[in-house]
Structures are given as C-alpha cells and as structure tokens.
C-alpha cells in the first residue's frame, strides 16, 4: 500500500510501524518478521535506528511500537524500556556527567519530585527548580553546568498546561534541550516537538496502553538538537569506544540520541520493554484517538458539573472557561484537555475522608488513563514534605482521573458521594 500524502493521526495509529499482514502475524507468532525498514521509510519517512551490532536490536514487535509512537509524536527514532523512570534516568544518563544540571518546573507529580530529589545526587546531578508560569525563572536557573529543562505538558494537577513553545527558546538559546513528558495528553492532543521540544516521553501506562496494567516507558528524539554545538555533550561529540571510536552526532545525525539511548544506557542497565507489553501496547494506540476524544468530553462535562457543586471549594483543570490556563490549554491542546484534574472540598479533611468513602462507580486508585474513572488522595500516596513544598498539594486535595464510563453514571456517583447523606436506588 501507497499514500500519495502523509497519512492522517488515525491512519497512523492503526498502520505507522507494521503493515495490517504482519501485525496480525506477530499476534500470533510474537517473534515473527515485521514490515521491512525500506517500507517503513516509504510510509512514514522514518529513519529506523539501525545498529552495527545485530544484538542490540529491539524485538520486532518492540520495535513496531517504537516506530509508531514516533510517527505519532513527529519525531526521527524512538526507544521502549520497561518504565517511565527508566525512561528518565536513561535520558539524563545519556546527556550528564557528574556535577552537571538540569532544569524542571515544580510542576511534576510528586512521585517524579521524589526521584528528582534522590536520586540525581546520587549520580553526581543537581536539579534546580523553576515556575512553570514564570518563564524568567528558567532562564535565572540555567547556569554553564546546565545540560537540559524538563518539564510535563499538563500538570497531575490538570491545571497547568506548559508553554513548550516559550520554554523551548529559552532551552535553545542556552544550547540544552528541552525535555517534554507527554503522558497525561497524549500525541492525539499534543505532540511537543511541533512546539519545539527535543525529546518526548511516555509513561505506557497512561493513555497509550488505556488501563495501568502495564509499566513502561517511551523515549522519542525529535532529531533536530545539534549535539555537536558548544561541544557540551561527550556523549555526543566525542569518540565513542562502544562504537569503534566513532563520534556518535556524526555518525547517526538526527537519531544520534536514541541511538546513545538503546546501544549505550539500555545495554548497561537491561531496561528494554518486554515484547508481549510493547504487543498490548501496539494494540491499545489503535483506538487512542477514540478514547482519548471520550476522556477528554466526559472529563469537561464532569469539571462542569463539580464547578458548579455548592460542596465544592474549588476546582483545578485548564478546560474550564474563565481558567488561567485555558487559552493556553487551547492553543497546546485544541481537541480536548486531558482527564485529569484536582479540586477540593468545603469544609475539612474529614469531608474528603467522607466523600472519598461513599463513592462506587470510582475506585481509589492512582490510574491516569485507564477505562474506569479514579480519584486518588495525592497526599496518602506522596512525601508530605515534599509534596506541600514543590507542587502545593494540600491535605485536601482530591485528584480525579475521569474515565470512559457514561458521563452521566461518573456524574451521579459523585453526586451521591458530594451530599450529605448517600441517595438510595428507587
């Protein structure tokens, strides 16, 4: 099969990576042969990371993922490893060494606060923090040390959606990259490096494989950073041992990073993806654009329907009009918000305790991107101190995952939760 245009976001959902033959092939024979690299670049005008050592070449079916997330996402070569800190500790092994920087905003979930307080002290790194809506503050952070900026598309929070776009120039103008995690919005409603970003990531687990029933993680260079520039990257730029003494930017190009990132950090540490989860995985972005549409309509009319409850004190989520975020949210993410979001009781913790108590249809569980709705406590799941400290989670704070149930069955399990006393069934 032929296209005389670039396919469209559907098409290359259901097809980038494999053809319909030998996916339905490696269903059944997980190790089988998967569509040639020649068609590949005919389809989607990829450029396939091809190493010089045949073992260290991914799974086919691995490697079908990572050929679809990257033409989903625009990028030039992509890398699948067994999780989302994987993904991040591989990516800021590849670009530092000990004494070097990094940037981040205090926007991240609190978990990936924790790993950013641990363990990058641990490797030889600092971190220093920024605002996310005070660009002034990343440019005050950088220093000559700096090797990259990190930040997340849509905060955990659902209230905050990042300028990738005035970030990136800030990023360039200091000659690092910028790091963009696309977890919570997935490339059906952002793809970062048409903002400027320089890599992506993805925690699987999310919306790419609809239900947290995976871990994973996905690394995708966008193949237009200059690693060569300034010379701050030795990684990069200087001759590389693994590779017969060979400079890694010059030999590879625009997927010189991904690259760095499977011959050299996923070899030493054996993080690859196993095929059966890239497999379910391969299966589940099939339907994102129709899930993720879903997600998006219930968790508006879901938002709409606590910001207009008297028992609740606020609501935090960038697709509600009169928002700060929300002209933003619209320019990043014009089909649909994201479902996540935080908002908060009248009253005091015990009323959390309460409501969190009576719901049914919700579990308690922190599932980004699963079919069924779920509202977690941060603070239950969270460093106290921490979390209070960089992302201004409170005790009451209830963050909702809104689900692909029927809107209105979400809706009125809330309800009930929200009143007083629980409604009956008539």
């Known amino acids: 099969m032929r296209f005389e245009r670039i396919p469209g976001f559907s098409t290359r959902a259901i097809h980038a990576g494999a053809t319909p033959a030998s996916l339905n092939k490696t269903v059944d024979h997980q190790a089988a042969s998967l569509v040639s690299v020649e068609n590949v670049h005919t389809?989607?005008?990829?450029?396939?990371?091809?190493?010089e050592n045949?073992?260290?070449?991914?799974?086919?079916?691995?490697?079908?993922?990572?050929?679809?997330?990257?033409?989903?996402?625009?990028?030039?070569?992509?890398?699948?490893?067994?999780?989302?800190?994987?993904?991040?500790?591989?990516?800021?092994?590849?670009?530092?060494?000990?004494?070097?920087?990094?940037?981040?905003a205090r926007q991240p979930s609190g978990s990936l606060i924790s790993?950013?307080?641990?363990?990058?002290?641990?490797?030889g790194w600092k971190v220093k923090w920024a605002e996310i809506d005070d660009i002034s503050t990343f440019e005050n952070a950088i220093t000559p040390r700096t090797k990259a900026i990190f930040v997340e598309t849509i905060a955990n929070s659902g209230g905050k959606i990042?300028?990738?776009?005035?970030?990136?120039?800030?990023?360039?103008?200091?000659?690092?990259?910028?790091?963009?995690?696309n977890s919570l919005a997935s490339p059906y409603l952002c793809r970062p490096i048409e903002h400027g970003a320089d890599i992506v990531l993805h925690n699987i687990s999310h919306f790419l494989s609809n239900h947290g029933n995976i871990t994973g993680g996905i690394i995708v260079e966008a193949g237009s950073f200059n690693w060569l520039q300034g010379k701050k990257y030795p990684t990069f730029c200087k001759p590389c041992p693994f590779y017969n003494?060979?400079?890694?930017?010059?030999?590879?190009?625009?997927?010189?990073?991904?690259?760095?990132?499977?011959?050299?950090?996923l070899n030493n540490f054996e993080a690859?993806?196993?095929?059966?989860?890239?497999?379910?995985?391969?299966?589940?972005?099939?339907?994102?654009?129709?899930?993720?549409?879903?997600?998006?309509?219930?968790?508006?009319?879901?938002?709409?329907?606590?910001?207009?409850?008297?028992?609740v004190a606020w609501i935090n989520y960038a697709g509600l009009q009169g928002h700060r975020y929300y002209?933003?949210?619209?320019?990043?993410?014009?089909?649909?918000?994201?479902?996540?979001?935080?908002?908060?009781?009248?009253?005091?913790?015990?009323?959390?305790?309460?409501?969190?108590?009576?719901?049914?249809?919700?579990?308690?569980?922190?599932?980004?991107?699963?079919?069924?709705?779920?509202?977690?406590?941060?603070?239950?799941?969270?460093?106290?101190?921490?979390?209070?400290?960089?992302?201004?989670?409170?005790?009451?704070?209830?963050?909702?995952?809104?689900?692909?149930?029927?809107?209105?069955?979400?809706?009125?399990?809330l309800d009930q939760a929200l009143s007083p006393t629980p409604k009956q069934d008539i």
Do not use: W
């Open 54 to 104: 045949p073992e260290t070449e991914g799974h086919p079916v691995c490697v079908a993922l990572e050929e679809r997330v990257a033409a989903l996402e625009g990028g030039t070569a992509a890398v699948a490893v067994s999780s989302i800190n994987t993904a991040q500790f591989l990516v800021f092994y590849a670009l530092m060494e000990p004494g070097d920087e990094f940037v981040t």
């Open 115 to 123: 790993r950013f307080c641990e363990v990058p002290g641990k490797c």
């Open 272 to 311: 690859a993806l196993p095929p059966f989860k890239a497999l379910m995985v391969l299966d589940s972005i099939e339907t994102l654009p129709l899930r993720m549409q879903r997600h998006c309509d219930n968790a508006r009319s879901v938002a709409e329907f606590l910001n207009d409850h008297p028992d």
């Open 245 to 265: 003494g060979k400079v890694l930017a010059e030999e590879f190009g625009n997927f010189a990073f991904a690259t760095a990132c499977r011959a050299l950090s």
């Open 43 to 51: 389809l989607y005008m990829m450029r396939q990371y091809i190493p």
């Open 327 to 413: 002209k933003q949210a619209l320019k990043y993410c014009p089909d649909g918000i994201g479902a996540t979001f935080t908002f908060g009781l009248n009253g005091t913790s015990d009323n959390v305790d309460k409501f969190i108590s009576r719901v049914e249809l919700l579990g308690m569980r922190n599932d980004a991107g699963g079919t069924r709705s779920a509202l977690i406590r941060p603070m239950s799941i969270m460093p106290a101190g921490e979390t209070t400290q960089n992302t201004h989670v409170t005790e009451g704070t209830i963050r909702l995952f809104v689900g692909l149930e029927d809107k209105a069955d979400i809706i009125a399990d």
């Open 162 to 181: 990042t300028d990738i776009q005035a970030i990136s120039k800030v990023a360039h103008r200091a000659r690092v990259p910028l790091i963009v995690d």
